[in-house]
């Protein structure tokens, strides 16, 4: 089974400021099978990525999301308030035919 | 609007059972397989099972096979999960998501789209 490994587990930065998260897999996985969600405290997570690249509908172009292979970054241009949450790439094994997560990014303000 | 509403959560004994729902509104639910997912509290998600459309397959995490069961009723537009058997590791915020998947230009693609607002297990004497 697949394990994704999320880095780092807690970033600081300041509103306006250029995020970057991690998601490394154990194995090869198939972009189209990555997708990354937002949770705010209290909330249900959110889609904000699908096949690795893909905005969900209605994200902002500041979230974007790339990689290939073992290694995935979804990358926030420029934060805003809003944006400081928890973060978790996740995919989809065939082989069991499962999902997985990781185990998450806290993005604080700094 | 596109909906899923769960309910049934609550507290339970150790070794007991519970019956977690999910309304669907808004989309034709018959038409996509469905995932139930958890969140232990201050822990991260975890995928715990999904079921297909017409409900001939289901699939679960395995800290879960044999005691929990997922299933369907189209006509009601609801998912269900019946948990037997449960543990205080069971203790969760339980969402239901619709599991997307589709097929575009020879690739497949799997994500969850749609969530609901979960409903609380705890498992606890």
């Known amino acids: 089974e697949i394990v994704l490994t999320q880095s780092p587990g807690t970033l600081s930065l300041s509103p306006g400021e250029r995020a970057t998260l991690s998601c490394r897999a154990s194995q090869s996985v198939s972009s189209s099978y990555l997708a990354w969600y937002q949770q705010k405290p209290g909330q249900a997570p959110r889609l904000l990525i699908y096949?690795?690249?893909s905005r969900a509908t209605g994200i902002p172009d500041r979230f974007s999301g790339s990689g290939s292979g073992t290694d995935f970054t979804l990358t926030i241009s420029r934060l805003e308030p809003e944006d400081f949450a928890v973060y978790y790439c996740q995919q989809y094994g065939s082989s069991p035919p499962v999902y997985t997560f990781g185990q998450g990014t806290k993005l604080e303000i700094k | 609007e596109v909906q899923l509403v769960e309910s049934g959560g609550g507290l339970v004994q150790p070794g007991g059972s519970l019956r977690l729902s999910c309304a669907a509104s808004?989309?034709?639910?018959?038409?996509?397989?469905m995932s139930w997912v958890r969140q232990a509290p201050g822990k991260g998600l975890e995928w715990v099972a999904n079921?297909?459309?017409?409900?001939?397959?289901?699939y679960y995490v395995d800290s879960v096979k044999g005691r929990f069961t997922i299933s369907r009723d189209n006509a009601k537009n609801s998912l269900y999960l019946q948990m037997n058997s449960l543990r205080a590791e069971d203790t969760a915020v339980y969402y239901c998501?619709?599991?997307?998947?589709?097929?575009?230009?020879?690739?497949?693609?799997?994500?969850?789209?749609?969530w609901g607002k979960g409903t609380t297990v705890t498992v606890s004497s």
């Open positions: 998501a619709r599991d997307r998947r589709y097929f575009d230009w020879q690739t497949h693609y799997y994500y969850m789209d749609v």
């Open positions: 079921i297909k459309q017409d409900g001939s397959e289901k």
């Open positions: 096949g690795a690249s």
């Open positions: 808004g989309f034709t639910f018959s038409s996509y397989w």
